[in-house]
Nanobody
Framework: QVQLVESGGGLVQAGDSLRLSCVASGRGFASYGLGWFRQAPGKEREYVASFGRSGSDVADSVKGRFTISRHNAENTLYLHMHTLIPEDTAIYYC?????????????????WGTGTQVTVSS
């Protein structure tokens, strides 16, 4: 069992940067595959990025602007967001999956945080 808490969201202007954090409690953080998803109003939850034992992956929609990193010693996952645009406005969720793989589908994840709001103004 793992609990996830996101932070770092806020209201920013287009072109700004933000770093989201996801702190996990519970055992075995290093063994989990971790991911970031986002959900905008009226839209389905969208994959953003993931980090597993074999490496990381970033969705094409944010590639070149977002990166993902993890610090296992601190039980923390990060999402580094640059050159933000209004279309990035959403609630951002952190997720964890047993097995350690970098997964792109939300239904494959076992644990979810409650999300952090990111709003990008034009």
């Amino acid at each position: 069992q793992v609990q996830l808490v996101e932070s770092g969201g806020g209201l920013v202007q287009a072109g700004d940067s933000l770093r989201l954090s996801c702190v996990a409690s519970g055992r075995g953080f290093a063994s989990y595959g971790l991911g970031w998803f986002r959900q905008a109003p009226g839209k389905e939850r969208e994959y953003v990025a993931s980090f597993g034992r074999s490496g990381s992956d970033v969705a094409d929609s944010v590639k070149g602007r977002f990166t993902i990193s993890r610090h296992n010693a601190e039980n923390t996952l990060y999402l580094h967001m640059h050159t933000l645009i209004p279309e990035d406005t959403a609630i951002y969720y952190c997720a964890a999956a047993g097995g350690g793989r970098a997964l792109t589908m939300a239904r494959w994840y076992d644990y979810w945080g409650t999300g952090t709001q990111v709003t990008v103004s034009s």
